[in-house]
């Protein structure tokens, strides 16, 4: 792995800071609505819609306690060291320890549910089964999703691999140490990081594709609900979150493989330091923002459930309206 540097600016945490909270309201909101709008509540992928969504709250969550402890320890602006394996000590490392793992958890646990769910999509679409449904089934995806990276970021915990990250994201966040070897950073990456996320991508972008043509070639109405009754037309909607979650990750996922492959002399040049710090940018905004931009798939462009919100914003004006007049 090559030696780069980025200047991490104010406009870095502002970006993760705003992102962070959009994503935090939007998650609330799917959740809260899952558990008033009766319309939706007994669908299966509206239960896996907010599983999803609780790994992405976790992800906003520490990606915002990470701004936070960023502006205390470095005083809001810091350059990354030139040498990926000189690690200075930092103030709240535990906090940045803490941070790490809560945000490595949630990362690798968001990527699977997204393939459960686009498994489950396909499989009563394709196949026309339920038995995705199941009870074992589902007690298995949380095992997977949850207990998988719980057990890779234990590992990572205690090989005491977790904490301040200067080369792979260079965000405001924390990761795998960089004062390791390089082969360990690689490594590691690809096990808590980068390889799920790439099999998430191709698993999610091929079945939700062969659904979508499906839809167009076999059935007439290209409606879900008329192809199997457990499933709701919005949920077409679901076709469209492995674009989002590539839209917003792939400038980590690009700096990764150019920092990590490009030689120093590619790396030192001007042009490049340059893409890499827009890539920063895209970065700082996209690394939080799953669960905002799943809120305005699954209520904003949910007709049922952007009704419901509608009407309580209705309702609520009115009251302050009757309460202004008394």
């Avoid at 402890?69 to 103030?91: I, L, M, Q």
């Avoid at 059935?219 to 457990?230: D, E, P």
């Avoid at 710090?277 to 669960?291: D, I, K, R």
């Avoid at 919100?309 to 009115?318: E, F, I, Y």
Wanted: charged share 15%; proline share 1%.
């Amino acid at each position: 792995m090559a030696d780069t540097s980025v200047k991490l600016a104010t406009y870095n945490l502002v970006l993760t800071g705003t992102s962070s909270c959009l994503s935090i309201i939007g998650g609330i909101l799917i959740i809260v609505t899952f558990l008033t709008v009766k319309k939706i509540r007994g669908y299966f992928t509206r239960k896996l819609l907010v599983y999803l969504t609780i790994a992405d709250l976790f992800t906003a969550i520490g990606n915002l306690s990470a701004v936070i402890r960023y502006a205390y320890a470095h005083d809001g602006e810091e350059t990354v060291s030139e040498n990926c394996t000189a690690h200075a000590p930092t103030k709240y490392e535990d906090f940045c320890i803490a941070q790490s793992f809560l945000t490595t958890f949630s990362n690798l646990s968001s990527f699977l549910w997204t393939a459960v769910i686009a498994i489950h999509l396909w499989s009563s679409v394709i196949i026309r089964t339920r038995q995705t449904e199941v009870y074992y089934l589902h007690a298995l995806y949380h095992v997977i999703c949850w207990i998988i990276p719980l057990i890779i970021v234990v590992i990572l915990l205690n090989k005491e691999y977790l904490g301040e990250d200067f080369c792979f994201g260079t965000g405001v966040w924390c990761g795998i140490k960089s004062d390791l070897a390089p082969h360990e950073i690689e490594k590691w990456m690809y096990i808590a990081d980068v390889g799920w996320q790439i099999a998430c991508y191709l698993t999610a972008c091929f079945l939700y594709i062969h659904l979508k043509f499906y839809l167009r070639l076999h059935n007439r109405s290209r409606q879900l609900a008329s192809v199997m009754h457990t499933l709701r037309n919005e949920d077409e909607n679901f076709v469209f979150v492995w674009m989002v979650i590539y839209l917003l990750k792939l400038w980590g996922l690009t700096r990764f493989f150019i920092t990590t492959y490009a030689n120093n002399d590619v790396l030192r040049s001007q042009s490049m330091k340059t893409f890499l710090e827009f890539l920063l940018v895209m970065q700082s905004y996209g690394a939080s923002g799953q669960a905002f931009w799943n809120f305005i798939l699954f209520c904003v462009m949910d007709q049922p459930v952007r009704r419901h919100m509608t009407n309580w914003l209705k309702l609520r004006g009115s009251d302050e309206e009757i309460t202004r007049l008394l």
